[in-house]
């Protein structure tokens, strides 16, 4: 089981899941390093754009794991990933978590991915007709990919990061950019299935 856990550094984020919801609605860029922040492990870290470590994901040397939770900076949950099925039927289950005071975290189905052809990913909503989103460019070697929407229109798109000086970074650093009207948390979550999906975290 793989945990999740956003540092207080991650000054941008706020303390609790409702006001995280209103403020992912905005634009912004994230650092996405496709590294563990715990030696010898598996998973990535999230940067915000000044600099602060915002979400982590450590495998602790298990890779593809079954679970993830994803995690605010208070330690809540936000988001659980599930892995299911087989072969050509697996896909990951994303549920939305609330809290109500106790141990217990409620989960609540959100959405699902599947892989689609054409080396992508469709995404479902839960109790909607057909797919929402997809996710263009799954190989599992290639680092650079974006998240369309049912229109086409590209809501996210992820590349390998650059510096001031134009100086492109290894393969395992990556730029993320979220559009102004698709929730952060939901794109977060789509980049940490498609690692799941390609053993790189």
Not at 30 to 44: A, Q
Not at 54 to 80: Q, S
Request: aromatic letters at 8%; charged letters at 20%.
């Amino acid at each position: 089981m793989a945990k999740i856990q956003p540092l207080p550094a991650a000054a941008s984020q706020s303390t609790s899941s409702s006001s995280s919801s209103d403020d992912q609605q905005g634009g912004q860029a994230y650092t996405v390093w496709m590294k563990s922040l715990v030696f010898s492990g598996s998973g990535c870290t999230v940067y915000t754009p000044d600099g602060g470590v915002a979400f982590r994901v450590d495998n602790y040397g298990c890779k593809g794991g079954r679970e993830v939770f994803f995690m605010d900076r208070g330690g809540n949950t936000l988001i659980r990933i599930r892995r299911k099925g087989f072969g050509m039927f697996k896909r990951w289950e994303v549920s939305r978590c609330t809290h109500d005071g106790g141990e217990e975290d409620e989960a609540t189905p959100w959405f699902s991915v599947r892989r689609a052809e054409k080396a992508g990913a469709s995404v479902r909503m839960h109790g909607g007709v057909g797919t929402c989103y997809r996710v263009d460019g799954c190989f599992a070697h290639k680092s650079e990919y974006r998240v369309t929407g049912i229109d086409g229109a590209v809501v996210a798109v992820v590349a390998r990061k650059q510096t001031s000086a134009g100086v492109v970074l290894g393969e395992d650093v990556l730029s993320l950019t979220v559009g102004t009207e698709v929730d952060h948390l939901l794109v977060l979550g789509l980049v940490v299935v498609r690692g799941l999906m390609n053993r790189s975290l």
